[in-house]
């Protein structure tokens, strides 16, 4: 069974702190992981990776995928307000469906 | 920007009634998803379709729910008895195709069942 393991489960930040966050997974023949930043609404897509070590840039976020470690790190630099939501994890395999994580709460405070 | 639909956005009912769901995917999707996010949770795939098929429906729970996507375009996810333990948001989400592509989630409906 496929399975998505995040962390830390939440964090609280000041505003300007640069953070990581963790996805570590088991995937049947792996073909994506996918972050989705999810406030009080449904998940936004935010990058998709596919290949090991290319890191995927928009704006203050970036993103990275380990296959041989089975992880990927979602860093946030200079964080704002707005960034504060819950961050998802998910891949797809064989099944091609989503696998998600339970996503990490992030809190960024004045 | 093309977007997924759904409606109601909220639906309170008493447990035991029957409730529906409706999604529109953005146009020329043809892989469509109905998940469940209990609170505090990751959303859990409930359903898949490929067009007008079914792909996967290994978590639907069969005794109460149904989802149909008749003309491969919007599809229903019907619970008929709802109870208690059905109180969560449903999500619907669209890929232009299933595997790696990106899916795009729609609003969701938030279902309380008292």
């Known amino acids: 069974e496929d399975k998505v393991v995040q962390s830390p489960l939440s964090l609280v930040v000041h505003e300007g702190d640069t953070v990581t966050l963790n996805c570590s997974y088991e995937?049947?023949?792996?073909?994506?992981l996918l972050w989705y930043k999810q406030e009080k609404k449904a998940p936004t897509f935010l990058f998709m990776l596919t290949s090991s070590g290319i890191e995927k840039k928009s704006g203050r976020l970036s993103s990275i995928l380990d296959k041989k470690e089975l992880f990927s790190i979602l860093n946030i630099t200079a964080t704002q307000t707005g960034d504060s939501a819950v961050y998802l994890c998910a891949v797809t395999g064989t099944a091609s469906k989503l696998t998600f994580g339970t996503g990490t709460r992030l809190q960024v405070t004045l | 920007e093309a977007e997924v639909a759904q409606s109601p956005r909220y639906k309170i009912t008493e447990k035991s009634q029957a409730v529906a769901f409706w999604c529109d995917p953005i146009?020329?999707?043809?892989?469509l998803y109905w998940y469940r996010q209990i609170l505090g949770q990751g959303p859990e795939l409930l359903v898949q379709f490929q067009d007008e098929s079914v792909v996967d429906d290994s978590q639907l729970p069969k005794d109460r729910f149904s989802a149909e996507r008749l003309k491969g375009v919007d599809s229903t996810l019907k619970i008929q008895p709802a109870e208690l333990g059905d109180s969560a948001m449903y999500l619907c989400?669209?890929?232009?195709?299933?595997?790696?592509?990106?899916?795009?989630f729609g609003p969701g409906t938030r279902l309380t069942v008292l």
């Open positions: 989400a669209s890929s232009l195709a299933p595997g790696t592509n990106e899916q795009f």
């Open positions: 995937v049947t023949n792996f073909r994506s």
């Open positions: 146009s020329g999707h043809a892989t």
